[in-house]
């Protein structure tokens, strides 16, 4: 009965000796190399409409910390223990909308595992093939897809030149970028106009060039653009 009590008290006392500072410090230098080229990685081929250099600034902290605690748990039983029950009050507010954002969360959170447990070399070269297969199927897909969406412009209009010839100047600024659309709604309320277009976009950086021109010429035009996702103000 002693010596099951002095086993299970072994167990939970932290093995220092395999708890090596200068691997934990090479993986963390190898976790912040790969976190960078995940989120140069999302930022590029990533579809989603949301603010991506926002969310792919997460990417280093999430993949970091997820290091930092399986580099510490592992050597432990208790520790271990422990971790499954502060895990169980964490609650997350901000919901994932896009499945991608979560694929690329959970790759985070799986090479954390991985540089965490010192298996560096096998965790490198699976997400290199991993992001290798993800850019050879975005590859595929570029110049082909299409975003068909609602974008909305809200103006108070200045003086009565500028009411006359208002929307001319913003179709015209919106064909220079897209090949079709469609004016689906113009409201006049006093000296306010509300607009409605649906547009055809490649990507996202066709409806920020959109964006961009049509603050050059109405600094103070509102700007709104509906997908069926999300729906980001600007």
Do not use: W
Not at 1 to 11: A, G
Not at 132 to 153: A, P, Q, T
Request: charged residues 20%; contains cysteine.
């Amino acid at each position: 009965m002693f010596e099951n009590l002095n086993t299970l008290k072994e167990s939970l006392i932290v093995d220092s000796s395999s708890f090596s500072l200068a691997s934990l410090i090479l993986n963390i230098l190898a976790g912040g190399v790969i976190s960078f080229f995940l989120k140069a990685h999302y930022k590029k081929f990533s579809s989603t409409l949301n603010n991506r250099e926002e969310f792919g600034n997460v990417f280093p902290f999430i993949l970091l910390t997820t290091i930092l605690v399986i580099s510490i748990v592992k050597s432990s039983l208790a520790l271990s223990l422990g971790l499954v029950g502060a895990l169980s009050i964490v609650r997350f507010r901000t919901p994932i909308k896009e499945p991608e954002e979560l694929a690329y969360l959970f790759i985070c959170i799986a090479t954390g595992l991985g540089l965490g447990a010192n298996q560096t070399i096998p965790t490198i070269v699976a997400v290199f093939i991993i992001l290798l297969v993800v850019y050879f199927l975005k590859s595929k897909n570029i110049g082909s897809s299409e975003k068909n969406m609602f974008l909305s412009l809200e103006y108070q209009i200045q003086n009565e030149s500028e009411k006359q010839d208002i929307v001319k100047k913003i179709n015209h600024e919106i064909a220079k970028e897209v090949v079709r659309f469609d004016l689906r709604r113009l409201d006049y309320r006093e000296n306010l106009i509300d607009i409605t277009y649906q547009v055809n976009v490649q990507n996202i950086e066709t409806l920020e060039d959109i964006i961009n021109n049509l603050k050059k010429i109405y600094p103070k035009i509102a700007v709104t653009y509906l997908d069926q996702s999300s729906v980001p103000s600007i």
